[in-house]
């Protein structure tokens, strides 16, 4: 009686968990800890490398969409015509720009044309869309991708004779920075083709291919006076939001508040192949989850069978002591959570360390063209970093419980004697 009330009262359980998971004498076990501790480091480290990757990838390319285009774009409503073409004119509404900059959620509005041209140098041509703009235009948005020399001035009070052009157009064409290039305006069955002569001032390049081979960014100006269109005609408004997650919600809303034949969609809605290979990620993330989950619960789970079986005496030995079957339990419990707690850390720790020097050394190179990307992008969201470790640290002790019921198999008497 008095050993079972020794028992009870002092921790034991904790004490022997402690004392069997940190002996240093090498035996069969300790080597089937350390594989369940490599396999839950392992499985930690890969599900927070997966997460920083996923949001890498989805917030670099998204903010390369959302940088070019704004997060909701705003025109006239065309049916039969691609919204990446050029758009029906309307007249700037100085009422509706200040209600929809007046939505909650919503940083910057401002006003857009494109033009489709042919743009020329000595011998070559290539087809590209001029997307103009105004002195109102926030470059903040696209300064990241600059590559050489500046964004065009509007000082002229004509039209600006200035262009931006992508680094890969202009290492097609052969065309280098303050080069002097034609740009050729096809005209209709009324008007006749025209063109004009720009300096190349800025070289850009985002990265997204559909935007470099495609884009080049002037004055609007130009394009009012080629397409003979009012002094306040734009062809859209571009509308930047503080938070992309609300892109959704506030274009539903934006909808209600504009005139009946102006439209708004989403840049998810104008680039859905971009934005359907992002979810794609999602999918990826998942699946690595449930299997790097799944490794590591198996190996803990098997670990905690092996340490059972490997102290069959220990246990008849506590048994015929008067110990209850969960107070045996209880170390087999803890030894466990101390090997998965140890995974969780290393695997934490490599996790992190691996992401931290991918984000500063970008070891791993990508083809830019099927990635968006030259490096692989690195997002760390330490809340989730944090979940990660508790998640796996909770499944892991519930998972513990079921095998850990092979202690009440077991009788004292036979086990006492077992071999």
Same mark, same amino acid.
Not at 155 to 164: F, G, M, P, Q
């Given at each position: 009686?008095?050993?079972?009330?020794?028992?009870?009262?002092?921790?034991?359980?904790?004490?022997?968990?402690?004392?069997?998971?940190?002996?240093?004498?090498?035996?069969?076990?300790?080597?089937?800890?350390?594989?369940?501790?490599?396999?839950?480091?392992?499985?930690?480290?890969?599900?927070?490398?997966?997460?920083?990757?996923?949001?890498?990838?989805?917030?670099?390319?998204?903010?390369?969409?959302?940088?070019?285009?704004?997060?909701?774009?705003?025109?006239?409503?065309?049916?039969?015509?691609?919204?990446?073409?050029?758009?029906?004119?309307?007249?700037?509404?100085?009422?509706?720009?200040?209600?929809?900059?007046?939505?909650?959620?919503?940083?910057?509005?401002?006003?857009?044309?494109?033009? &489709?041209?042919?743009? $020329? @140098?000595n !011998?070559?041509?290539?087809?590209? +869309?001029? *997307?103009?703009?105004?002195?109102? /235009?926030?470059?903040?948005?696209?300064?990241?991708?600059?590559?050489?020399?500046?964004?065009?001035?509007?000082?002229?009070?004509?039209?600006s004779?200035?262009?931006?052009?992508?680094?890969?157009?202009?290492?097609?064409?052969?065309?280098?920075?303050?080069?002097?290039?034609?740009?050729?305006?096809?005209?209709?069955? &009324?008007?006749a083709? $025209? @063109?004009? !002569?720009?300096?190349?001032?800025? +070289?850009? *390049?985002?990265?997204i291919?559909? /935007?470099?081979?495609?884009?080049?960014?002037?004055?609007?100006?130009?394009?009012?006076?080629?397409?003979?269109?009012?002094?306040?005609?734009?062809?859209?408004?571009?509308?930047?939001?503080?938070?992309?997650?609300?892109?959704?919600?506030?274009?539903?809303?934006l909808?209600?508040?504009?005139?009946?034949?102006?439209? &708004?969609?989403?840049?998810?809605?104008?680039?859905?192949?971009?934005?359907?290979?992002?979810?794609?990620?999602?999918v990826?993330?998942?699946l690595?989850?449930?299997?790097?989950?799944?490794?590591?619960?198996?190996?803990?789970?098997?670990?905690?069978?092996?340490?059972?079986?490997?102290?069959?005496?220990?246990?008849?030995?506590?048994?015929?002591?008067?110990?209850?079957?969960?107070?045996?339990?209880?170390?087999?419990?803890?030894?466990?959570?101390?090997?998965?707690?140890?995974?969780?850390?290393?695997?934490?720790?490599?996790?992190?360390g691996?992401?931290?020097?991918?984000?500063?050394?970008?070891?791993i190179?990508?083809?830019?063209?099927?990635?968006?990307?030259?490096?692989?992008?690195?997002?760390?969201?330490?809340?989730?970093?944090?979940?990660?470790?508790?998640?796996?640290?909770?499944?892991?002790?519930?998972?513990?419980?079921?095998?850990?019921?092979?202690?009440?198999?077991?009788?004292?008497?036979?086990?006492?004697?077992?071999?």
């Amino acid at each position: 009686i008095t050993q079972l009330c020794i028992f009870e009262a002092m921790d034991v359980s904790w004490f022997i968990a402690k004392r069997i998971a940190l002996k240093k004498q090498p035996s069969y076990s300790r080597f089937i800890t350390r594989l369940a501790t490599a396999a839950t480091a392992v499985s930690v480290a890969a599900m927070i490398i997966t997460l920083a990757f996923v949001n890498g990838f989805q917030k670099t390319v998204s903010e390369k969409v959302f940088g070019f285009w704004g997060h909701i774009r705003v025109q006239q409503y065309e049916s039969a015509k691609s919204i990446v073409a050029e758009e029906t004119a309307i007249l700037h509404d100085p009422q509706v720009v200040t209600t929809v900059q007046q939505m909650p959620g919503v940083s910057h509005v401002q006003s857009f044309a494109t033009k &489709s041209a042919v743009i $020329q @140098f000595n !011998k070559d041509i290539e087809g590209i +869309l001029l *997307k103009g703009v105004d002195s109102n /235009y926030n470059f903040n948005n696209l300064q990241g991708f600059l590559k050489a020399g500046r964004w065009p001035r509007f000082s002229d009070s004509l039209y600006s004779k200035e262009i931006a052009i992508s680094t890969p157009l202009a290492t097609m064409l052969g065309i280098a920075l303050n080069d002097t290039v034609k740009l050729i305006f096809i005209g209709n069955t &009324s008007t006749a083709a $025209q @063109f004009r !002569k720009l300096q190349v001032v800025g +070289l850009y *390049k985002t990265g997204i291919d559909a /935007y470099d081979k495609l884009f080049a960014l002037g004055d609007m100006r130009l394009i009012r006076r080629i397409n003979q269109w009012e002094p306040n005609a734009i062809g859209g408004y571009e509308v930047f939001l503080s938070d992309y997650t609300h892109m959704d919600s506030l274009n539903a809303r934006l909808y209600e508040q504009l005139p009946g034949t102006w439209v &708004s969609r989403t840049m998810r809605e104008i680039f859905p192949n971009i934005f359907d290979w992002l979810n794609i990620q999602d999918v990826n993330r998942d699946l690595i989850f449930v299997i790097m989950g799944v490794v590591a619960i198996i190996n803990l789970i098997t670990s905690l069978l092996i340490l059972i079986l490997e102290r069959v005496k220990m246990v008849g030995v506590f048994k015929a002591l008067g110990a209850t079957n969960w107070h045996i339990q209880e170390i087999f419990v803890w030894q466990s959570s101390f090997i998965a707690l140890i995974g969780v850390g290393i695997g934490a720790f490599i996790g992190v360390g691996l992401c931290l020097l991918q984000q500063h050394f970008q070891l791993i190179q990508l083809n830019e063209l099927e990635y968006y990307v030259s490096t692989a992008p690195i997002h760390i969201i330490w809340w989730q970093v944090i979940a990660v470790c508790i998640v796996t640290m909770l499944v892991c002790f519930i998972s513990l419980l079921l095998p850990s019921m092979l202690v009440t198999k077991i009788n004292p008497v036979k086990a006492i004697q077992f071999r």
